[in-house]
């Protein structure tokens, strides 16, 4: 059974920066697609960065320049590094994989991670 474990959320103020790690226990992790997601209070999910297993990388317009994935593929783990954070970057974080960056919705969801950007 597949478990993403993510973490490095927390209480940073606008204009720092934070780490997210995923833990997937995704045999044969290498070959799928992997993606951060987000959903804030009263809104839906939405993908925020995704990487395919060749590393190239897709990312939201709202991120772009400020969030960088990254995936080490020898630790099963998937990364978000987040600079610059704004307010409305504030929402749980959750890590997924799929075929594709597209369809990074593949396996059961983990219980994510909390980022609030505040003052």
């Known amino acids: 059974q597949v478990q993403l474990v993510e973490s490095g959320g927390g209480l940073v103020q606008p204009g720092g920066s934070l780490r997210l790690s995923c833990a997937a226990s995704?045999?044969?992790?290498?070959?799928?697609?992997m993606a951060w997601y987000r959903r804030a209070p009263g809104k839906q999910r939405e993908l925020v960065a995704g990487i395919t297993s060749r590393a190239m990388t897709d990312y939201l317009d709202s991120v772009k320049g400020r969030f960088t994935i990254s995936r080490d593929n020898a630790k099963n783990t998937v990364y978000l590094q987040m600079t610059t954070l704004k307010p409305e970057d504030t929402a749980v974080y959750y890590c997924?994989?799929?075929?594709?960056?597209?369809?990074?919705?593949?396996?059961?969801w983990g219980q994510g991670t909390q980022v609030t950007v505040s003052s």
């Open positions: 997924n994989g799929g075929p594709t960056i597209e369809t990074t919705d593949y396996f059961a």
């Open positions: 995704i045999k044969a992790f290498s070959a799928y697609a």
